[in-house]
């Protein structure tokens, strides 16, 4: 039986008295990209420090590639990529500087290496600031530095938390394009993310974890057909906020309506049973109670309904 | 145990081809990129002009109060000028590098996220810390070897270039000892905290008032030998000039007569003098003692 890639057990991290992390058990192994979903100071980040042991565990171990991470640090993590917290590059480094240094610190051969810099620069299509100097480069743009420093010794694991931060849309569409990349290169990818359009888009499965504790850990497809609840779901936009509870519930209470969510003031969630007839009824219904009916739209993600509901559950 | 939903190709295994370094060898890498960095930046240059401004203030000094009869006495031989100048500056030189180029050295990895860039990667804390620590003092001597030479510029003017005191070799060895354990000790500052301001503060203030004020009280209220006191032992660097040098593990003890004023009468103030060997030990000492700290504190630190 092969090694697991990342596997951590009883995995606990306590600060004090607040416990960040609860007995994780996870193991995965295999090409794929894994989402690491949970609200903020769900233990997200706690969880990838402890796999590059920034942090040390309160109780429990973990694992990468079979290797001890506490016990021996530099063979564990020798062929891992981590991108944690956006880190800060010294400023007098420029791209060509700061990778070199990774990887030669990392082993990777002198006659490979300016070919895998120029590679991993292109990648984060960074190739024209090559020589730049890090120190006036915007927050993006360190970061694509930081997601080219993870990847520049070919890692066959890929640790990433939050990696679209501070980047732009066309940064966050490049970083999606480098993951599915990496995932065609049989690598493994454990990414942390608070977009769950990027988690869908290229993660074959997820782990959501909430105060500390895991909730489920499946595939993209399981964790839909297991948790979604069949019913069709719609956004519902509205010019003006809906404060008054009684018309909430006459909402709720329309024929049709399985479940009635006020998303935000202005945004409504409906979920109803029944096919395009329904639907038809309920929207001529909805605007005959006058509440001021400006959009109808499907959500976004069905993870983000399953998210929201399961987050909401241990509230 | 929340396993892997599905079982598919595994991830490529370890690259063969990868050989991660050996510690010594990212120990003198890490040493490399960090002095590039040091020498790269505006407190070096900063660090620069500090020193090229002291030197500049002891030429004016010297080449304008000739006449002056404390000036006319440090003139008189080169161990005297030498003794003064340089045992005098070289301490202050080495506690200003300390201080610009360890003050920040590990605080400043967690206070500006650097750490998080070199934390990811497979190498031992310790190595990290020691690389950065031999950077620092590579850094800080090269601002004492140029301090040496704008002070000999100065003595070749006044006492023609064969004038070269033999006790320059030890007394240079004194001082890098003596920046051994000043940045050890900041070292040990820069990680006892996770702001680099109070690195930089703390090392300055202990440095320049602190232990000196120390030596004062033990000497003249304690009434003993102030061994304890680092800034005591790095007496050593000017006293190898001196007329007769006590190279051995005990200091001297000189009583001397003060008179006491218009009624008459004396009291005696008692001066301590470190032995060389004496001054070495108490700075290994320092230097060890702060660097099994500062290690110990750095292997515990959490990048949280």
């Known amino acids: 039986m092969s090694v697991p890639s990342i596997e951590t057990r009883h995995l606990t991290k306590r600060f004090g008295s607040f416990t960040a992390l609860s007995s994780l058990d996870l193991k995965m192994s295999g090409a794929k990209c894994v989402g690491f979903l949970g609200p903020n100071g769900a233990g997200k980040t706690t969880t990838l420090k402890l796999l590059s042991d920034m942090i040390f565990p309160t109780e429990g171990e973990c694992f990468i590639n079979g290797l001890s991470v506490r016990e021996g640090r530099k063979r564990a993590l020798a062929d891992v990529g981590v991108l944690i917290e956006s880190p800060e590059i010294y400023a007098s480094l420029t791209p060509n500087q700061a990778l070199e240094m990774v990887a030669d610190l990392r082993g990777v051969p002198v006659s490979e290496r300016r070919d895998r810099i120029a590679t991993v620069l292109e990648e984060v299509k960074m190739r024209d600031w090559a020589d730049k100097k890090v120190g006036r480069f915007s927050k993006g743009m360190k970061q694509r530095i930081n997601i080219a420093a993870a990847l520049v010794h070919d890692p066959s694991v890929v640790i990433l938390d939050e990696p679209a931060t501070g980047l732009d849309p066309r940064g966050m569409a490049e970083v999606r394009d480098i993951v599915r990349g990496l995932k065609k290169r049989n690598r493994l990818i454990f990414m942390s993310s608070h977009i769950l359009q990027e988690v869908t888009d290229v993660c074959d499965e997820v782990a959501l974890i909430d105060k500390g504790k895991l909730l489920f850990y499946d595939t993209l497809q399981n964790v839909t057909s297991k948790f979604a609840d069949g019913h069709p779901t719609i956004d519902v936009g509205l010019s003006h906020p809906l404060a008054d509870e009684a018309l909430l519930g006459q909402v709720a209470a329309l024929p049709g309506v399985t479940s009635c969510v006020l998303l935000e003031p202005r945004r409504l969630r409906l979920k109803f049973s029944g096919g395009p007839d329904a639907q038809e009824k309920l929207l001529e219904s909805l605007v005959a109670l006058h509440l001021g009916v400006n959009s109808l739209s499907e959500p976004q993600s069905v993870l983000e309904d399953i998210y929201l509901r399961q987050i909401a559950k241990g509230d | ?304």
């Open chain 2, 1 to 304: 145990m929340a396993e892997s939903p599905v079982s598919s190709e595994s991830a490529d295994p370890v690259s063969p081809r990868l050989q991660v370094p050996g510690t010594v060898d990212q120990i003198i890498k890490l040493t490399r990129y960090q002095l590039r960095e040091y020498l790269s930046s505006r407190r070096f240059v900063a660090l620069v002009g500090i020193v090229v401004v002291i030197a500049a203030i002891i030429t004016f000094i010297v080449a304008d109060l000739q006449s002056n009869a404390a000036v006319k006495a440090l003139l008189a031989s080169p161990d005297a000028f030498y003794g003064s100048f340089w045992g005098g500056g070289a301490g202050f030189v080495v506690v200003l590098s300390a201080v610009f180029f360890g003050g920040d050295a590990i605080a400043g990895e967690f206070q500006n996220k650097t750490g998080y860039f070199l934390m990811g990667l497979p190498i031992r804390r310790s190595a990290i810390y020691i690389g950065k620590y031999i950077a620092a003092f590579l850094a800080s001597a090269s601002m004492l070897l140029l301090y040496l030479v704008l002070l000999l510029l100065n003595g070749v003017h006044y006492f023609g270039a064969s004038a070269f005191p033999w006790q320059f070799l030890p007394s240079l060895a004194l001082a890098l000892v003596y920046l051994m354990a000043v940045l050890g000790t900041t070292f040990l500052f820069s990680s006892l905290f996770k702001t680099s301001a109070y690195g930089f503060v703390l090392t300055a203030i202990l440095f320049l008032i602190g232990f000196g004020l120390l030596q004062t009280l033990i000497t003249s209220v304690v009434k003993i030998e102030p061994w304890m006191i680092i800034s005591y032992a790095n007496g050593a660097i000017g006293d190898v000039f001196a007329p007769t040098i006590n190279w051995g593990l005990s200091g001297t003890v000189t009583v001397t007569k003060v008179p006491l004023g218009r009624g008459g009468g004396f009291d005696t103030v008692t001066s301590y003098t470190p032995g060389v060997a004496e001054g070495v030990v108490i700075m290994l000492a320092y230097f060890i003692l702060t660097a099994i700290a500062g290690l110990y504190l750095f292997e515990r630190e959490e990048f949280t």
